[in-house]
């Protein structure tokens, strides 16, 4: 019955058609590590803040004297609305905590690189609209800490040249973060989400056509492709088990962890919290704007350390295939990142006093210096890598690339090949690339 | 061996970010509060005949206390002029309050997540009242605090006084903590539920994933 | 890693995934209960779910219009010549006794709500008059002229004394 339904779709739809070719039999790496695991992982962590957020706006209310306590309402009367707020507000941090890892896996496997450039492209993309939504998001509960965190932010489009002023009105509906503010940041909240779920889909087009990296870099032979289905969709379905554990630990032993005291305050415009700190996902960002003296410099500084992720594919000039698995150098310069955004992190975190602000200043240094100094470095990997050769390991994956490609070019099989791609599971047949 | 100190760096610095987060609010006398209904029903005892004078607790309504096991009865008799499916709220009005304390007392419905180490640190304000060589009270850890000592701890004379008064402010801080999040205990019992559920689940998970890879060869 | 003993056994391989694919499943569903169960009325609208009446304001002969469960609630203190009138009358459309339709003679209790299409009747000397479509009602809420299938429809109440009722149940 189902066999008849599914044909007479595929005469009309080509369902069957797109679910084989980009789900079920879709090839993939079979060296993947659970590193891979994060993308999708993220999607599911999408679909968690989609759900329970529109089921927490049946009952929020996006005005100034209601807000704060339509939360109230929703934690004490709604039934199970404690659940569905805890289960967004750690789903907010959970999201930043696997998209951070997804990128930190980027980073270390070289996985932006040639001809992955447009999907590094849109996975920023997804990260920048998180990170817009999640602000307007913050500001929902108004709270103490969510409204002055907003009236900061705001503020920092004021340092625009001519016209910051204006700006700053038009971005708030009013001269300080208001009534206008909040019911717009409602709207555009609900709204960005599924701006992010079709960046999604496109950010899979992109996957689809480049397919995924693997650890080594190096493009694997054809055979060495395996079927998403059942190898990768049962691996994700365990990482999501894994997931929801360490999740469900939070949002039923802890959820409080997640939520900033002074946010359990209602927002007081009269009164500032001793110390304002953002979300921990924007604490290195926070750190890098305070460390520069200059209003205006460090607004730009801070959109910098964003964007200049963007050029990364271009100041990586190496040879060598992937990332950091065959280039030491590289994979030092990873770890600094990794321990650099740590620091920054922490700086973000305390007031700007005493060496606190040195710190954060060398930090930041530090945070752009990696990737000036990425071109010389890899130039360098380069030319060492010309003169000594590459690990064997590498080598070998290389050769083995190329001799496929080579095969697939002139149509030559060698009886071999022919057995062992037999062998494969189901008859799968690996793609061109 | 490497791998092992960049891990252990990692999670060291992490740690130092998540304490850097919480930062130290003076010295806090520890406490593990009793999140049973008897103590939560003394707490609520205490709060609405003392607290109650000044504070107020507006998103907890009187018959919610039947959620800890009192019975109408029982809330009734807490009640002066107001009527039990009314919010907590202070008798004194706010201007008076202002006026007598330089501002409004802060509601306490949401004190004990409003503050970092919540309970603990409702405990050590309310017990760490003292005489200054003035004869004014004034409070260690909230120098210059404007709430009045109000049952009296600075007083106590023996040992027992003290512990009396410290038995009672516990209990107080057991109420708070249940009115910030009246729905702690069916939140952890359904957590239960859903841990072991899921850890079974993503066992069978793992086990189906070592089968369905065992295929490749 | 016997990879051909487990292409032998496929019985043993789809009993594990039958049921991992059955403890997700129950996973699922139990996972939308909570979403399901927020859309139900919450804590503070179920305790609008009754309403009180306090009796002693309703001079004999007039009505008093209250709200139970955002509905108009008629409460009418009726004469001993409109109970009388009421018990000895009875009508076509929708038959019933006066008696079955009070707990006391000299109260009754409808909802204020045409049984037509939902408008609000107007009181008369008599009952009812609905402004819509003109349908008539008596002194016990009974229909008599439509286009109204239905007598008034008397709610759930209950006296907790003589001087007090609580329509709705908690």
């Known amino acids: 019955m189902l066999k008849k339904a599914f044909s007479w779709v595929d005469e009309r739809f080509p369902l069957s058609e797109v679910i ?90 070289g996985s ?23 602000f307007m998001g913050y500001l929902l509960p108004w709270g103490q800490m969510s409204y002055w965190g907003a009236q900061v932010i705001t503020s920092l489009f004021g340092t625009t040249p001519v016209f910051g002023e204006e700006i700053v009105r038009w971005l708030r509906g009013d001269f300080v973060v208001g009534d206008a503010t909040l019911t717009r940041f409602f709207a555009l909240h609900y709204l960005f989400p599924f701006i992010i779920s079709a960046a999604v889909v496109i950010h899979l087009v992109a996957l689809h056509w480049v397919k995924s ?25 365990f990482g999501v088990g894994v997931f929801l554990i360490v999740f469900c630990g939070f949002v039923f032993f802890n959820p409080e962890f997640w939520i900033e ?70 994979r030092i310069m990873v770890y600094v990142f990794f321990v650099d955004v740590l620091v920054l992190s922490y700086v973000g975190a305390k007031p700007p006093e005493g060496s606190f602000v040195i710190i954060g200043q060398i930090a930041t240094l530090i945070y752009f ?51 062992r791609l037999g062998q494969t599971d189901k008859g799968f047949q690996g793609e061109e690339r | 061996m490497k791998r092992v100190l960049v891990v252990l760096s990692v999670v060291a610095l992490l740690m130092g970010v998540a304490s850097a987060m919480a930062s130290a609010v003076g010295k806090l006398k520890s ?30 309504k009187f018959m919610d206390l039947a959620d800890i096991g009192m019975s109408k009865e029982q809330i009734e008799y807490l009640l002066e002029d107001q009527k039990i499916e009314d919010r907590m709220l202070s008798l004194m009005p706010m201007e008076i309050r202002e006026e007598s304390y330089g501002k409004v007392p802060p509601d306490l419905s949401l004190i004990t997540i409003a503050r970092k180490k919540g309970p603990q640190y409702v405990y050590t304000l309310l017990t760490d009242y003292y005489y200054q060589e003035d004869g004014e009270t004034n409070n260690y850890l909230f120098e210059g605090i404007k709430m009045p000592d109000v049952l009296a701890y600075a007083d106590a004379e023996s040992d027992q006084e003290r512990a009396d008064i410290e038995a009672q402010m516990r209990d107080v801080v057991s109420f708070l903590k249940w009115a910030a999040d009246p729905h702690s205990d069916e939140r952890r019992s359904l957590g239960v539920y859903v841990i072991i559920y899921l850890v079974i689940f993503t066992t069978l998970l793992y086990l189906l994933k070592r089968r369905i890879w065992s295929r490749l060869h | ?82 109970i009388a009138d009421m018990q000895a009358s009875s009508t076509d459309i929708d038959p019933q006794a006066d008696k079955d339709r009070v707990q006391q003679l000299q109260w009754l209790v409808v909802i204020g709500i045409c049984t037509h299409l939902g408008c609000v009747p107007n009181r008369t000397e008599s009952g009812w008059s609905c402004p819509c479509h003109g349908s008539i009602y008596d002194n016990s809420g009974r229909v008599l002229r439509g286009p109204a299938p239905k007598n008034l429809v008397v709610p759930p109440y209950e006296f907790i004394n003589e001087k007090k009722i609580i329509i709705g149940k908690a």
């Open chain 1, 20 to 109: 084989k070719h980009e789900l079920t039999e879709y090839p993939v790496p079979r060296n993947l590590n659970y590193m891979w695991n994060f993308g999708f992982l993220a999607m599911f962590v999408l679909i968690v803040q989609l759900v329970s957020g529109i089921f927490l706006a049946m009952h929020y209310k996006a005005d100034v004297n209601m807000a704060f306590d339509s939360i109230q309402h929703i934690m004490r009367d709604v039934n199970y609305g404690w659940l569905i707020r805890y289960l967004h507000s750690t789903g907010a941090s959970a999201f930043f905590v696997v998209v951070f890892i997804h990128i930190g896996r980027t980073l270390y496997y």
């Open chain 1, 112 to 134: 932006y690189r040639r001809p992955r450039e447009l999907l590094w492209w849109t996975g920023l993309l997804l990260w920048f609209l998180l990170m817009a939504t999640a």
């Open chain 1, 213 to 237: 990296s693997n650890p080594s870099g190096i493009t694997l032979r054809a055979k060495d492709n395996i079927p998403f289905h059942p190898y990768f969709t049962i691996k994700d379905m």
């Open chain 1, 261 to 330: 005291a002074d946010n359990n305050i209602a927002a007081n415009p009269m009164s500032t919290p001793a110390h304002i700190v953002p979300e921990w996902y924007f604490l290195p960002f926070y750190a890098i704007l305070r460390s520069i003296p200059d209003a205006l410099g460090g607004v730009i500084t801070m959109f910098m350390a964003v964007a200049i992720f963007a050029i990364l594919p271009w100041l990586d000039r190496s040879n060598i295939p992937g990332g950091a698995l065959f280039r030491p150098g590289y």
């Open chain 1, 369 to 419: 210096g990696l990737f000036l100094l990425l071109p010389f470095v890899s130039s360098h990997e380069a030319r060492r890598s010309r003169e000594k050769g590459l690990p064997h390991e590498a080598e070998r994956l290389i050769r083995e690339e190329q001799e496929d490609l080579l095969r697939r070019e002139h149509g030559v099989r060698r009886k071999g090949d022919e057995e």
């Open chain 2, 31 to 60: 406490l593990d509060v009793d999140e049973s209904n008897e103590a939560r029903q003394r707490g609520a005892e205490t709060v609405i005949s003392a607290c109650m004078m000044c504070h107020s607790l507006k998103y907890v």
């Open chain 3, 1 to 82: 890693m016997a990879s051909d003993k487990d292409l032998d056994r496929p019985d043993r391989r789809d009993f594990l995934g039958a049921v991992t694919t059955a403890v997700g499943a129950v996973g699922v569903v139990g996972a939308c209960y909570p979403f399901v169960s927020s859309m139900n009325p919450s804590k503070d609208v179920k305790v609008k779910s009754t309403s009180l009446v306090d009796l002693d304001s309703i001079p004999e002969g007039k009505t008093h219009t209250v709200e139970w469960q955002g509905k108009p609630i008629f409460v009418v203190h009726r004469t001993d010549e409109v």
